[in-house]
C-alpha cells in the first residue's frame, strides 16, 4: 500500500492566487517528483528533485526536497486555469528499488 | 513511439473472465512498468521489467495476475478470472535507464470494469 501522506486533499482557489501542498513519509525517500494528472490521462512529470535540500523551479511551479528526506512541497505561483487537475507526490523508497511510491494525491479547482 | 502507447482504453468484462491489457513503451526505452489505480487513489505499483525479465513482480496482489514481456519491447498484463475488485485504470510507464532515480513517462491508461 501507499506510505505518503499528501495534503490538502483538495483545494478550491482564485485565479491568480498561490497554491501549496506538501508530501510527507514516515520512511526516507532517495527522490521525489511531481506529477500533475488530468482525466483520462496518465500523470505528466512536472518537476524532479534528486538531493536533500534541493529547490527546483519550472516556471511558476517550484519544489523542494526535504532536508530530513521525509517531505517535500510544491508551490504554484499565479495559478490559472489550466492548473485545474490532480497533483501527486512519488518518490523512491531507500532500499526500494525502481519502483515509485505515489501519495494520495491534491486534487486543484480554479475559479474565474 | 512518440509516446508510451495503451490497449484498450476501455474494457469492460463479466466476472470470472480472462483480460489482456497491452502496453507498447517508448521505443527505446528498457525499462517497463506496470501501476493500477483506483478511483480517488494515487497508481500502485504492480510489476517492473528490466528488458524481458521481470525484476520486481511484489506489486502483483495474488496468482491471478501475470505480465510479460517476451522481446523486451511491448508488455501485456493478464488477469485470470477477474473480480469486480480488479476493476480500475491500469497504466503503464517505461524509463530509458534501467538504474537509479528513473524518470517515468506514462501511457494513458486502460480502464478495467468488471461487471
Known amino acids: 500500500g501507499q506510505q505518503l501522506n499528501q495534503s490538502p486533499q483538495s483545494m478550491f482557489i482564485q485565479e491568480g492566487e498561490d497554491v501549496s501542498m506538501n508530501c510527507t513519509s514516515s520512511?526516507?525517500?532517495?527522490?521525489w517528483l511531481w506529477y500533475k494528472q488530468d482525466p483520462g490521462e496518465g500523470p505528466v512529470l512536472l518537476i524532479a528533485l534528486y538531493k536533500a535540500g534541493e529547490l527546483t523551479s519550472n516556471g511558476r511551479l517550484t519544489a523542494q526536497f526535504g532536508i530530513t528526506r521525509k517531505d517535500s512541497f510544491l508551490n504554484i505561483s499565479a495559478s490559472i486555469p489550466s492548473d485545474v487537475g490532480i497533483y501527486f507526490c512519488?518518490?523512491?523508497?531507500?532500499?526500494?528499488?525502481?519502483?515509485?511510491?505515489f501519495g494520495t494525491g491534491t486534487q486543484l479547482k480554479v475559479e474565474l | 513511439g512518440a509516446g508510451v502507447s495503451q490497449t484498450p482504453s476501455n474494457k469492460v468484462t463479466e466476472k470470472g473472465k480472462y483480460v489482456e491489457l497491452r502496453c507498447d513503451p517508448i521505443s527505446g526505452h528498457t525499462a517497463l512498468y506496470w501501476y493500477r489505480q483506483s478511483l480517488g487513489q494515487g497508481p500502485e505499483f504492480l510489476i517492473y521489467f528490466q528488458g524481458t525479465g521481470a525484476a520486481d513482480d511484489s506489486g502483483l496482489p495474488n496468482d491471478r495476475f501475470f505480465a510479460v514481456r517476451p522481446e523486451g519491447s511491448v508488455s501485456t498484463l493478464k488477469i485470470q478470472r477477474t473480480e469486480r475488485g480488479d476493476s480500475a485504470v491500469y497504466l503503464c510507464?517505461?524509463?530509458?535507464?534501467?538504474?537509479?532515480?528513473?524518470?517515468?513517462?506514462f501511457g494513458a491508461g486502460s480502464r478495467l470494469t468488471v461487471l
Open positions: 510507464a517505461s524509463s530509458p535507464r534501467s538504474s537509479g532515480a528513473n524518470v517515468l513517462t
Open positions: 512519488a518518490g523512491h523508497l531507500t532500499g526500494g528499488g525502481n519502483k515509485l511510491t
Open positions: 520512511s526516507i525517500f532517495n527522490t
